[in-house]
């Protein structure tokens, strides 16, 4: 069966510390990854789509790289603005419907 | 421009009764996904339209609930005799004509309280 889980469920930083989040999946057929970035009372927002293994993209203080099993969102010294749940989500087979994970609540304090 | 838009963002209901969600998708979008995100959860699927095809109404929890779109464009989904486990954010989802990779856009959602 297709899944994906994210770790850790929460993550707190002080501002300038880098770390990463992971996306670990069991897919047939992955078709894309995707990461979004969602804040409190607001929609999804999407950040980057990495298709094969190796792969990596870049947006300001993040880089989203790409394996066979697993997915990382690695975030260089990140600002308190970048507080937000990061959410990955893939594209299996046939299907043209996203799978989310549960995502990880990020806190950057200053 | 203008992005997903849904109303009301907010709704309380009495349980048993029949609410009534609505999205407005990006102009030229031909995809329309509907997701429910109870709290502290991920992302549950819903409903995916996609042009004139039939949509896949694989997620829908039960038959309470259903989904439609009128021209293309605007959809609404209505949930029968709501329960207080049906409280959560609606939350909908357009992207434009593609192979099907295409990043989604959401809208800010519709809260959803059944009392």
């Known amino acids: 069966e297709d899944q994906v889980t994210q770790s850790p469920e929460a993550l707190r930083l002080q501002e300038g510390e880098s770390s990463s989040l992971n996306c670990s999946y069991t897919?047939?057929?992955?078709?894309?990854l995707f990461w979004y970035r969602q804040d409190p009372g607001k929609g999804p927002e999407f950040l980057f789509t990495?298709?094969?293994a190796g792969e990596e993209k870049e947006k300001e203080r993040l880089k989203a790289t790409l394996t066979k099993k697993e997915s990382f969102l690695h975030i260089t010294a990140p600002k308190p603005e970048d507080s937000a749940t990061y959410l990955c989500?893939?594209?299996?087979?046939?299907?043209?419907?996203?799978?989310f994970g549960a995502g990880t609540r990020l806190a950057v304090h200053p | 421009g203008a992005g997903v838009s849904q109303s009301p963002s907010n709704k309380v209901t009495e349980k048993g009764k029949d609410v009534e969600l609505r999205c407005d998708p990006i102009?030229?979008?031909?995809?329309l996904y509907w997701y429910r995100q109870s709290l502290g959860q991920g992302l549950e699927f819903l409903i995916y339209?996609?042009?004139?095809?039939?949509?896949?109404k694989s997620g829908l929890p039960s038959d309470r609930f259903s989904a439609e779109r009128t021209g293309g464009s605007v959809s609404t989904l209505t949930i029968q005799r709501t329960q207080q486990e049906d409280s959560a954010v609606y939350l909908c989802?357009?992207?434009?004509?593609?192979?099907?990779?295409?990043?989604?856009?959401f809208g800010n959602g519709t809260r959803l309280t059944v009392t």
């Open positions: 989802a357009s992207s434009p004509p593609g192979q099907g990779d295409s990043p989604l856009h």
């Open positions: 897919v047939s057929g992955l078709r894309g």
């Open positions: 990495l298709y094969s």
């Open positions: 989500a893939f594209l299996s087979g046939g299907y043209n419907k996203l799978i």
């Open positions: 102009s030229g979008h031909t995809a």
């Open positions: 339209f996609q042009g004139n095809s039939a949509p896949d």
